[in-house]
């Protein structure tokens, strides 16, 4: 298996490490953070599940040897907050996270969830000097999961006989491809799919608004990505990576393993949706030159 880090041990970073844990991909795990109760707190409770070994601590230099670091570190979304108005401070704690990174475990994986997600994957990116291959975002994921769930409701079917992927960038400009939906192997009713479309790209401010954060389905959408990278299953999903007309981190679908991103898919779009792909992309690297990048 291998050993994984969790950069961030609030409450999504915690969550995450737990759902990590429970997929078993790991012989070891560390999740680090700067508030010292805090960490080794949930490192004990965490190894008490007796699943694996766990270390929680302030120190960098125990996320040596990881296979897979998994970036959770930054300050949480307030329910009036944007993805982009996170950037400002986000970026600075990303930027100290890589240095970090790359004194003590300079040959891992990196999957990125700090919002606003596809800025600080690039920014990840760029300040690692990593390969484009190692770096990768997990937004797709969750937000593909989010519309195949409204789409499941919507239609009253299990969510088991749902087809649907979400694109390019997680946030309000995401691109729920109502041209990739299918409902028992069946194209749907437009009307009904734009529905589930909306409900999609208000879905994780609705769950913030109720109750402040959202932690389940980002955490489970992370473990399923570092269950993929673990066990090498080279499986196509959403996820933020290079674009390079733009020099952003958008969500495109991946095939991902053990090596990271081993090949960027075409994707099936209509041209309307493409038109929203590149305005994404558009916004993305205005929000990322304000910052210097």
């Known amino acids: 298996m291998g050993k994984i880090a969790v950069i961030g041990a609030g409450r999504l970073g915690s969550t995450i ?20 109760n805090l960490v080794k707190g949930e490192g004990l409770d965490l190894g008490q599940t007796t699943i694996c070994p766990v270390a929680g601590s302030t120190d960098y230099s125990n996320i040596a040897g990881s296979d897979l670091i998994i970036i959770v570190a930054g300050i949480a979304r307030k329910p009036d907050m944007t993805r982009e108005q996170l950037l400002g401070t986000n ?23 700090a919002n606003p997600m596809d800025a600080m994957a690039y920014i990840a990116f760029k300040e690692s000097g990593f390969e484009r291959h190692r770096v990768f975002g997990m937004g797709g994921v969750v937000d593909s999961n989010r519309f195949k769930y409204f789409l499941s409701l919507e239609f009253g079917v299990p969510v088991e006989n749902v087809e649907g992927v979400v694109v390019g960038q997680h946030g309000e400009i995401m691109i729920p491809l109502a041209s990739s939906v299918k409902i028992n192997g069946e194209p749907a009713d ?39 990278v673990m066990n090498d299953e080279k499986v196509v999903v959403p996820s933020s990576v290079l674009w390079e007309d733009e020099q952003v981190f958008v969500g495109q679908p991946i095939r991902l393993g053990r090596n990271g991103v081993e090949e960027v898919m075409d994707m099936d779009m209509t041209d309307a949706e493409k038109e929203e792909f590149s305005r994404a992309a558009r916004a993305l690297r205005g929000n990322l030159e304000a910052v210097g990048y």
């Open 17 to 36: 490490a737990f759902s990590v844990m429970k997929e078993r991909i790991a012989d070891e795990l560390v999740i680090i953070d700067i508030i010292e």
């Open 91 to 113: 970026a600075k704690i990303m930027k100290s996270v890589i240095e970090q990174i790359k004194i003590h475990a300079p040959e891992a994986l990196l999957l990125v969830v």
């Open 190 to 228: 437009p009307e009904r799919v734009a529905r589930a479309v909306a409900r999609t790209k208000d879905a994780g401010r609705e769950v913030i608004a109720l109750k402040g954060a959202t932690f389940y389905a980002p955490a489970h959408a992370t473990s399923i990505m570092a269950r993929i």
